[in-house]
């Protein structure tokens, strides 16, 4: 990617100290003024580190398996552009997939680790920077920027070792500063601290993206999907983010800085307002008692949901688990883990989702073919019903970790019947072999339907005549309802929770579970928007999981209306038959009383 | 065992750069003989691309190629073909 950026630079940056608003997709609410750290993951932390004489076959078997999946990365890319007009990049490709294999370069990387017994990581980093410099004082100038093709195949190969160590990929802090990125993982999303990170900006991703859910969750503003940001900003640059309407601002002025920080002033004064009324139940306007409940990735974040005020864990996704790493978790680990989280959530449910591996989420301990559309492929319960041995090991984990408080075990992307029943079966499976092991476990584990398969909504009722429980998960229930990947910016205006497929869809949830007494919950963003949530109280719901910077503002709104007035709002938007008119009557007649909740980022008053 | 040599010179303007490399690799990928490229005596693998790119082969630079094992002679006829035509280049 070097080279993109360089060449992209020489011809848009003009420094100048007019500011400049660039726009991009509200990632996570709330505002930050400070400087910029530009972070390049693939660049920064490569580990050094020495091996031992007998381990030398193993780090060339390391390298050997990270320029595999290099190759077929770039193999893919190149395969997508074929046949397009883009035969200038097709061919560059090529020069970078014959690179990426090169016995030249392996030659050297082979001396690196034989001789100067270096890690894998570490010969790489050497050979490239050798061959670079070699290039650099070739005496051709065209030649000598080619030194950035050796680089980007070197960030290739380095950015395709398995298990590769989180905790290296972003560089420390000296004061607080927003970090600005391509992307970032989930991993290294969840590695930032609140008190170092002011903000945080990608040019990739959208609000439903693991780094706009994971920073929302780690309560730091960000704002996802802007383009070109990078091109335009070095470290150090100062910048204005906005995460309430997903804008940034370069070379602020002084009076927008102010503004700024007054605005951010006055939200601090309702989060604040709101953190008092923590341990209030959450009810309607007239009583009506409303679970409001926490959706979790990492174990740590258990306590900060319990900690405003959370009924309990809704969702908790276990795949955190499995990615990032070369070796899967053990049943031991996974056990001590779950059972941290009860722990914290004392006689609150838990509702552990087994692992939605695959889609968006890549894990390097399952090799998923690659010819296939991850989101409609191998993944979540099919991945698991395909590698029964790997999913028992997680559910026996649950079973004994079931001992240590109320446990629920919900099955992602079910599209069948057939699906749930296999997995019921593996359960008995496991929980017998729990038993025969002689460990403690609870004496019944409510096993549940995730429903955000289109065909699974349809035949909620026949689910729900053998699940414990239904859960709605309205971002894959959007994205698969509506064919939009939910990562794409140009169609982001079709994933809305207010479009009337969807709604209708979730009322067949609700009253499939009404009909044969199974509680129904959202556990989708849809969740956690105020008037959203209130419209979903309205349609019948009584439980909600949300991530835990939402808790306080949903229950403030749902304070704030009778059952009544949401029964209303909803049969009447019911009848609408369009997304955008739904969103304005639902708008129209509760957002006067939620204003503050809704714009605590305005910047209009 | 066969053997084959020929120099040639780089004539297009951008010189021996990826795409170029990338084109000289593959075509000598084709022929099972061991081909080296040489440069002012530094050697490479003429299988490599990075190799290749070491050369740094500006225009106007005079490489040298060495073919042993089967078609080599056929190689080396090939190669000084793909440095005629520029790589495919226009200028």
């Known amino acids: 990617m070097k080279t993109e950026e360089v060449e992209e630079k020489s011809d848009t940056t003009s420094p100048s100290d007019e500011p400049v608003h660039l726009e991009g997709i509200p990632g996570s609410p709330g505002l930050a003024i400070g400087p910029a750290v530009v972070v390049d993951v693939r660049r920064v932390g490569v580990p050094r580190h020495h091996v031992k004489k007998h381990a030398v076959d193993r780090e060339l078997q390391r390298y050997d398996q ?132 002011l903000a945080l900006v990608t040019e990739m991703g959208t609000r439903t993206a693991h780094t706009a859910i994971l920073a929302r969750a780690l309560e730091i503003p960000a704002v996802v999907g802007v383009r070109g940001i990078l091109s335009r900003l070095g470290s150090g640059d100062r910048l204005v983010v906005d995460g309430f309407r997903g804008r940034v601002v370069l070379n602020p002025t002084q009076k927008i800085i ?176 729990v038993d025969a092991a002689g460990h403690a476990r609870a004496a019944e584990v409510p096993l549940g339907v995730m429903v955000e398969v289109p065909s699974a909504a349809m035949i909620a009722d026949e689910l729900a005549r053998e699940a414990a429980f239904l859960s709605i998960g309205t971002n894959d229930l959007i994205q698969y309802s509506l064919a ?79 059952l009544a007035e949401a029964e209303g709002a909803a049969l009447e938007v019911l009848e609408l038959a369009d997304g955008a008119e739904i969103e304005q009557a639902v708008t129209a007649q509760f957002a006067p009383r939620l204003s503050d909740l809704l714009d605590a980022g305005s910047d209009d008053s | 065992m066969d053997v084959a040599r020929g120099t040639f010179e780089v004539v297009n303007r951008l010189g021996l750069h990826a795409r170029a490399a990338t084109k000289l690799v593959t075509l000598a990928a084709k022929f099972s003989c061991e081909i080296m490229i040489e440069r002012d005596g530094q050697q490479a693998n003429c299988k490599s691309v990075m190799g290749v790119l070491l050369m740094v082969g500006s225009k106007g630079t005079k490489l040298a190629i060495e073919a042993r094992g089967d078609g080599a002679e056929e190689a080396v006829r090939q190669i000084g073909e793909l440095f005629a035509s520029r790589f495919g280049e226009s200028e």
Request: with cysteine; glycine share 8%; proline share 5%.
């Open chain 1, 66 to 197: 990270a320029v595999e999946v290099a190759a077929r990365g770039l193999r893919e890319v190149s395969e997508r552009i074929k046949g397009t007009a883009a035969r200038a990049e097709a061919s560059i490709l090529e020069a970078y997939i014959l690179m990426v294999e090169d016995e030249a370069l392996r030659g050297d990387v082979e001396r690196h680790i034989r001789l100067d017994l270096q890690c894998a990581e570490w010969a790489l980093d050497g050979a490239v920077e050798s061959m670079a410099q070699q290039l650099r004082d070739g005496g051709d100038p065209y030649l000598a920027e080619r030194s950035h093709d050796f680089e980007f195949v070197g960030d290739r190969i380095l950015g395709s070792f398995l298990g590769r160590p989180k905790a290296l990929s972003l560089p420390a802090l000296e004061e607080p500063s927003i970090i600005v990125a391509k992307d970032l993982s989930p991993a290294e999303t969840a590695g930032l601290s609140r008190d170092f990170v």
């Open chain 1, 258 to 433: 102010e503004k700024t920080t007054e605005r951010a002033e006055k939200h601090l004064a309702i989060v604040r307002g709101l953190h008092e009324l923590k341990d209030r139940p959450a009810a309607t306007k007239c009583g009506e008692p409303i679970i409001l409940r926490g959706n979790i990735e990492l174990p740590a974040e258990a306590a900060i949901a319990i900690g405003e005020g959370s009924a309990g864990i809704g969702l908790y996704r276990t795949e955190f688990l499995y990615v990032d790493r070369a070796d899967l978790p053990s049943e031991e680990e996974q056990y001590a883990t779950y059972r941290k989280v009860l722990e914290v959530a004392g006689d609150r449910p838990v509702v552990l989702r087994t692992f939605d591996i695959g889609g968006d989420k890549f894990a390097s301990s399952f090799q998923v073919p690659p010819d296939m559309n991850p989101a409609l492929g191998l993944r979540a319960v099919r991945l698991g019903l395909a590698h029964p041995e790997i999913f028992s090991e997680q559910l026996r984990a649950m079973v004994r970790a079931s001992a240590h408080g109320h446990l629920r075990i919900m099955v992602p992307m079910i599209a069948q019947l057939r699906e749930f029943r296999a997995v019921k079966e593996l359960l008995a499976r496991a929980t017998r072999d």
């Open chain 1, 484 to 562: 939009v990947d939910r990562t794409s910016r140009e169609l982001a205006y079709l994933a809305s929770p207010f479009d009337p497929a969807i709604l209708r869809l979730i009322r067949g949830v609700i009253k499939a579970g009404k009909d044969r007494g199974r509680p129904v919950s959202v556990c989708g963003a849809m969740a956690s928007d105020p008037l959203a949530a209130v419209l979903l109280v309205g349609m019948g719901l009584r439980e909600l999981s949300m991530e835990a910077s939402a808790i306080g503002e949903v229950k403030e709104a749902i304070a704030r209306v009778t």
